[in-house]
């Protein structure tokens, strides 16, 4: 029998992959990559369903610290936010995914890989990316896609085969990683709604405002409150204290690969504390020309990262940048976290420019003369003043 992988999370398309695909013929394994949103319970649960219907070996594999360390960290590096609101929480795993979806079937001598996309979504794009370009020698099978199907029309199938378990569809839908939660329902599908307070997975828990310490060190979040601990364990931290005050919900709008606008709930506490803290502790160490070519490169590398380019040889070079200019990027930053929202209070670095004994701004200047900044300005201005006289402007 041929080999193939379906990349499996457990639910209704997934399922109908792997059921169909039994049934053509192939010997089928699931493999299910956690980027830290399921439970041991529901691992052990989506296990047991995949052996249900048919599975011939299932593997749940936990790329949390690569993941981290190949993605999220220059996530953070980069302060990446999709149309300065969304962290990638979605879109950078998926590529994940997908490279540990390919590298299984690799390791098999797997004829085929398999995924539940749509025709209408990003995710295709990702995953056949990937596909292709690490393993174009094995095929790319998709049904859900390739044969156009309703929801309805594969509960059908599956109730023809003897498969019966409850497929409701959620009123919300809800993807859960390390670096956040994507939330779609009804109202992401107007553009005028937003999403209700249920819609969320995290209700608001608490109304007093808390401090919360994070310690950086060239770059990467190690410590909170005081608190060593790998930057995984930091993120997960983080974001149990922050989700109790509600924090993190947004709704992006976005440009989808295939050309048309797309809104998405989530909620991202952590990512988006950790990316602010990170962005305030860069101004005060970084130089001008430092933040401004950062924010350049970080827009592209998150703009790359989020259509599925990962895996072109720019965003080798682009990290390489961004490491580097977090040499200096360390210390703590506080932050006030509140009802659904919070406030960056401030930072202490070594590295920080304004400690500085040249001057303070707008109170006192120690390493120039009033003289000195007469003569700064005026030659400061010398190109617009000889353009405006040469031109006769008028700026009435």
């Known amino acids: 029998m041929k080999k193939i992988v379906v990349a499996y999370s457990g639910g209704l398309d997934t399922s109908f992959c792997l059921k169909y695909l039994q049934n053509k013929g192939y010997q089928v394994h699931t493999v299910l990559v956690n980027t830290g949103g399921f439970s041991v319970a529901e691992l052990e649960a989506i296990t047991t369903r995949a052996y249900e219907l048919g599975s011939f070996q299932h593997t749940n594999c936990n790329i949390i610290e690569k993941y981290y360390q190949k ?29 540990e979806i ?50 309805q029309e594969e509960v059908d199938y599956l109730e023809k085969q003897g498969v019966f378990y409850s497929w409701e569809k959620a009123q919300y839908s809800i993807n859960k990683g390390i670096w956040g ?18 819609a969320y997975p995290s209700p608001l828990q608490k109304t007093t405002p808390e401090n919360v310490v994070l310690e950086f060190e060239k770059g990467e979040l ?9 930057p995984t364990t930091n993120i997960a931290k983080l974001e149990s204290l922050a989700t109790a005050f509600a924090i993190g919900r947004d709704i992006h709008v976005g440009d989808t690969i295939i050309g048309i ?15 602010k803290a990170h962005h305030l502790l860069e101004k005060h160490v970084l130089s001008k020309w430092q933040q401004y070519w950062k924010e350049q490169l970080g827009n592209w590398y998150g703009m790359l990262f989020h259509e599925g380019q990962y895996l072109d ?18 210390g703590t930053v506080t932050v006030t976290l509140k009802p659904y929202h919070f406030s960056l209070d401030g ?35 010398n190109a617009q003043t000889i353009y405006s006289q040469v031109n006769a402007l008028n700026y009435d």
């Open 181 to 198: 939660t994507s939330v779609g329902g009804k109202e992401t599908l107007t553009s005028h709604l937003p999403l209700p307070d249920e």
């Open 71 to 99: 993605a999220i960290k220059y996530l953070v590096f980069g302060n990446v936010l999709k149309n300065n609101t969304y962290p990638l929480s979605v879109s950078a795993e998926r590529v994940f995914q997908a490279l």
């Open 102 to 151: 390919v590298r299984y079937a690799q390791k098999i001598g797997a004829d085929a890989i398999a995924h539940g996309s749509t025709g209408a979504g990003n995710d295709q794009i990702r995953f056949d990316l990937i596909f292709q370009t690490i393993a174009p020698e094995i095929k790319i099978i998709t049904p859900i896609r390739d044969l156009a199907l309703s929801r």
């Open 347 to 381: 930072i202490v670095s070594e590295h920080d420019l304004m400690n500085t004994e040249l001057g303070q701004y707008g109170e006192m200047n120690n390493a120039w003369t009033a003289t000195d900044a007469k003569g700064f300005i005026k030659i400061l201005g």
């Open 313 to 330: 040889p720019v965003m080798r070079n682009i990290e390489t940048f961004l490491t580097d200019t977090q040499q200096t990027v360390s």
């Open 222 to 230: 190690i410590a909170v409150n005081g608190e060593k601990a790998a």
């Open 261 to 275: 606008k797309g809104r998405v709930g989530f909620e991202a506490a952590a990512p988006l504390i950790i990316i």
